[in-house]
């Protein structure tokens, strides 16, 4: 089990591995972006120091496309790019029933990872 994403809480200890992902699944990646205008989706906003630019965190909302033995998820965008990423990303995350609720449209389509998966 390479590289499991550990989280300790009151609940008690949760591990992810990549048997815990499966083809399909939606995920929410918190990525950090610099710039001038942060958009809606922009949270953590700060200002970089003697500059003009503002360095921001946004959810990107992905899906998986496989699974490596190695512990590297190959992911989807919702326009048909493919990333890879660690299972013990700590800033990779299921997303929860409500999440998949709420951002429906914001999660790639199975058409879109039929399509990735055909090439």
């Known amino acids: 089990m390479p590289y499991p994403a550990r989280w300790t809480g009151s609940w008690g200890d949760i591990e992810l591995s990549h048997s815990d992902f499966q083809p399909g699944d939606l995920v929410i990646y918190k990525g950090s972006k610099q710039g001038l205008h942060p958009g809606p989706g922009a949270r953590d906003i700060q200002p970089v120091p ?69 090439r």
């Open 50 to 118: 003697n500059g003009e630019d503002y360095t921001y965190v946004v959810d990107k909302y992905w899906m998986v496309q496989s699974i490596s033995d190695s512990g590297r998820l190959m992911i989807v965008t919702r326009r048909g790019k493919t990333r890879e990423v660690t299972v013990g990303d700590p800033l990779l995350r299921r997303a929860t029933w409500w999440q998949r609720l709420r951002y429906r449209d914001r999660f790639p389509s199975p058409e879109v990872l039929a399509e990735n998966s055909a």
